[in-house]
């Protein structure tokens, strides 16, 4: 399945207008050139995960609202071969979306991390709170400079403001579900 940039880039270009945003006032709040958001809201572009994330902060929406349609339905089912999947920021994780966020207070995905410890894995942080828990494999997630070691069954919460990033550094893939809430 290709990356869906022309509809990533139509649904960023609505969210922006409808904020009152210029292309460079986002720009200036992401830290990305007004050329790089025209491209991605032309669907030129892939941004990167990490581009995403910062776009989400300022537009003040979920991640994964740059993935769903507009039809707010008060039950969703998402198929397996329906599951948006994204893989950018960590070349060694892959999200996969298991619900709506657009408009709901929290939103659900499979965190898959294959093995591996990946050591220019970059800290994220941005406004909600996370909760996930291990269904297969083990995993280390650093929140705010302390390690937590995750095995299959464990849970963990914590403040999504606080710095923090997923390890595998077992032999084999870790499988977790996570739910993060809505940063509005």
């Known amino acids: 399945m290709d990356f869906p940039k022309e509809e990533v880039g139509k649904r960023i270009r609505h969210l922006r207008k409808s904020q009152g945003f210029t292309a460079d006032d986002l720009a200036k709040k992401a830290g990305v050139s007004q050329s790089m958001i025209s491209q991605?809201?032309?669907?030129?572009?892939?941004?990167s995960l990490e581009?995403?994330?910062?776009m989400s902060h300022c537009l003040k929406v979920p991640i994964f609202t740059f993935f769903e349609a507009d039809d707010q339905q008060e039950v969703t089912v998402i198929r397996k071969n329906?599951?948006?999947?994204m893989k950018r920021i960590r070349p060694n994780t892959t999200y996969k979306v298991l619900s709506p966020s657009n408009g709901k207070q929290f939103c659900l995905f499979k965190l898959i991390l294959d093995p591996g410890e990946i050591s220019d894995n970059p800290l994220v942080f941005h406004t909600g709170e996370e909760c996930g828990v291990v269904l297969t494999g083990t995993m280390q997630v650093e929140v705010d400079g302390i390690f937590y070691e995750l095995d299959e069954g464990d849970s963990i919460y914590f403040n999504s403001n606080l710095p923090h990033r997923f390890v595998n550094t077992s032999s084999q893939p870790s499988i977790a579900i996570w739910a993060m809430t809505d940063p509005i």
């Open 82 to 85: 329906e599951q948006v999947e």
């Open 40 to 47: 991605i809201e032309r669907g030129q572009v892939s941004p």
């Open 51 to 54: 581009t995403l994330w910062k």
